[in-house]
């Protein structure tokens, strides 16, 4: 296995990335006519809407998740985010929620959306399931993710991209966590330790039995 990059390298790579989405934003925000920040209206009430909605696609994450000690995303994350200090993490969720949701939510859902509302919701989130394909059933869940992003930038009735970015930023933050949680030794890895303990005491009672 390569070696995994630093703390540095990791948050320059993450932000070289993210940074290149808002520039792709920009980039097909002109060639379509289309503001990617058109749609942005700063209020409290849409961040406290978004907060609230990120809780369900974190259940979601914690209900699949939580129980894999060793799943891909945490062998791969784990040593990477526990590197990273608190603000790090805040970072990382805010940089990936902004620049993601100006693209997805900002541009290509209201270029698809030409062809119809139907159309701006699917078109835009299987693109968006496809950048996330670490394995295909992750990009399945990804795009479902996408649509329920999408349905929220229409949450107050105008659209504001508000909503999505702070759900987006909330959810990776908390994601984070779990993950975190998860590689240090959380309770999927002291009930997978449990068990192996408990295999070793049977052994060990059967080899005192033979003696």
Known sequence: MPDLPERGQFLTLAAV????????????????GINPMHHFDWRWQAIGWGAL???????????????????????FLGPLLASCSWLDLVALALLAGISEEVLFRGVLQP??????????LIGSNIIFGLAHCITPLYAVIAGITGVYLGL?????????????ITTHAVYDFLAFLVVLRVYRGGPASDDENGGDDESLDAESLEDDARV
């Open 53 to 75: 909605a990120a809780l369900p696609i974190l259940a979601v994450f914690v209900a699949t998740n939580w129980f894999r000690a060793r799943g891909l995303l945490t062998d």
């Open 111 to 120: 270029w698809f959306d030409r062809l119809g509302e139907p159309a701006g």
């Open 152 to 164: 929220l930038l229409k949450l107050e009735g105008e659209p504001n991209l508000l909503v999505p």
């Open 17 to 32: 990335f993210q940074g290149g989405l808002v520039v792709l934003a920009g980039v097909l925000g002109w060639l379509s």
